[in-house]
DNA sequence: TTCAATGCAAAAGTTTTGCACCTCT
DNA sequence: AGAGGTGCAAAACTTTTGCATTGAA
């Protein structure tokens, strides 16, 4: 706890026990959740904690780098505490995010042997496909 | 004309004007439109078109392999008729997104020393920075 | 003729905003 | 004390849905 408020003074924001909740849950988390659900999860230890700011410090937390946003296609944006541009995988079946460990599919741009004339900030890959759990269970219920 | 026709017809679906419009906007585009834009530029030449009927056109297209969605993190998603798995580019300063071709960063999961305990059906590869038009004007406009 | 597609309007879902009040520093 | 954050409610947006009407086969 005391490192988390260290961590948001550190980047100039005042802290609050909001903001500790929701970088702590990111942190602590791997399952790359989307507002909502980082709200109904915190309503339970934080009950006067609201939607808004759950979005409002997301927002400060993206542009000041202490998360990432992931879009995969779904209605609403997941976060992950992890800043480092990784690729991630997306079960197609169960609807499963993760991470993805894997330097061959890191950094990519960074390995071209030509190099581009778009100058990369940041990539982003995301494998939609079947996890491993998914193919073993190998049942209809996914398509 | 008639060789879209063909196209939805192949495809089991019924042809109308609609779909069409739909179809051929994107064939020839290389703007990756959402479905609003979508809507607005057909509306010029097809003015009793609805904004439902584009969604729901997009969506059957979709799910037959004639269109291909793509989120790069705006509140919209993003439609492109070249549905072949390939690597986009998002400029961060003039928002325009456009197909990279680049054998290097395309069928990436195939290339793999060690395959993955992931089944890949499908990868997204998303490069955001800044394109070559942006890199010269290298305005402050920018950031 | 028949079944599916369209257009409209309303609904649903996500995210943003305005503002009064509260809380960190 | 003061700047900034929070919570609430309303608004703004994107996308979906229900249903009567229209149109393709």
């Known amino acids: 706890m005391k490192e988390t408020a260290q961590v948001l003074r550190e980047k100039g924001l005042k802290v609050t026990p909001q903001r500790i909740a ?13 507002a909502e659900t980082i709200y109904r999860t915190l ?4 009950p006067t904690m609201s ?13 000041l780098g202490l998360v990432q946003e992931l879009n995969v296609g779904e209605g609403s ?13 997306v079960c197609t079946c169960c609807g499963s995010v ?10 990519l741009h960074q390995k071209l042997s030509t190099p581009l004339d778009f100058q990369v900030e940041c990539e982003q890959l995301i494998l939609y496909g079947k996890c491993a759990k998914c193919q073993m269970a190998e049942q209809e219920a996914c398509e």
């Not at 929701?22 to 989307?34: A, E, F, I």
């Not at 309503?43 to 934080?46: D, G, K, L, P, S």
């Open 22 to 34: 929701v970088y702590n849950m990111l942190l602590h988390t791997q399952s790359h959740p989307n």
């Open 43 to 46: 309503e339970v230890t934080n």
């Open 51 to 63: 939607l808004a700011t759950v979005y409002k410090t997301l927002d400060y937390f993206k542009q």
């Open 77 to 89: 944006a997941r976060y992950d505490a992890v800043v480092r541009c990784h690729p991630h995988t």
């Open 98 to 107: 993760s991470d993805l460990e894997n330097d061959e599919l890191t950094n």
